[in-house]
């Protein structure tokens, strides 16, 4: 059943401005079979009036609504991540199609769809929680899209694929490691980085992007991240003997 296929999926906005936006938001989620909202640092109330005017009959969608303070909290247990953009770039990453990147998130269980801020859309930093990127099309003219426009035109190409199929998840993916157990991962690798002077703190950030996208590529399973993880333990450790033979 489409339900089924779409149970799995959360949207996600970061830092949503207008509780008009949120509440049509909630009602376009409504009418694709999507469930899950989870608003990061909400700037609205997504149980005012004007929220609840624009949901309709999705109101239970707004009072279902999970709020958390960061991103990363609102990925806790995801597996898979997109995130949207609607600006070019400074940091090397593949923007894809909607209807291209989108049936991905519905081949598994917890898996996100991100949507930035009204007023500036995703940053670089918070887009480093993503494994692939899409950019809706639109004339050149006028490019820019409305927040509930852009989740409308997304949940739309969800619904679409779910009700064509619904896929099954690959045998690897069943360890698939979360979204979470990644970012200890990237963050403990990036000590390890800086420790051995691989890294440097000025140049730090880019060059772990880097890292990001070939880890993000290989969709590690959580045994694979336990195994990397212990390895840079060792590294630490083998470091720290090293500096008391020293002293």
């Known amino acids: ?43 609205c109330d997504p149980l005012s009036k004007e929220a609840q005017q624009m949901a309709v009959h999705a109101v239970d969608i707004l009072e279902n609504a999970v709020q958390v303070a960061t991103l990363p909290e609102a990925l ?35 898996t996100a769809l991100i949507f930035g801020p009204e007023y500036r859309g995703l940053s670089n930093e918070e887009l480093k929680y993503a494994q692939r990127f899409v950019r809706i099309p639109t004339s050149d003219r006028y490019p820019s899209l409305n927040l509930a426009t852009s ?26 490691a979360s979204l979470d157990m990644l970012e200890g991962y990237y963050q403990q690798l990036e000590r390890v980085l800086l420790d051995i002077g691989y890294l440097y703190p000025h140049t730090a950030a880019s060059r772990m992007q880097k890292f990001r996208q070939v880890f993000n590529r290989t969709q590690l399973t959580a045994s694979e991240v336990a195994m990397l993880r212990g390895v840079l333990s060792q590294i630490q450790w083998a470091l720290q003997q090293k500096t008391q033979e020293k002293s």
């Open 1 to 43: 059943m489409v339900e089924t296929a779409l149970a799995g999926v959360r949207i996600v906005l970061v830092e949503p401005a207008g509780a008009l936006n949120v509440g049509a938001i909630a009602r376009v989620m409504k009418n694709s079979a999507l469930e899950h909202l989870v608003l990061v640092n909400p700037q």
């Open 151 to 176: 989740v409308a035109i997304c949940a739309y190409e969800l619904f679409q694929r779910a009700t064509q199929s619904t896929p099954t998840a690959l045998p690897s993916d069943s360890d698939a």
């Open 76 to 110: 806790v247990d995801c597996t898979r991540a997109i995130a949207t953009t609607a600006r070019d770039r400074d940091i090397p990453i593949t923007l894809e199609h909607p209807r291209t990147a989108l049936p991905w998130l519905i081949e598994q269980q917890n």
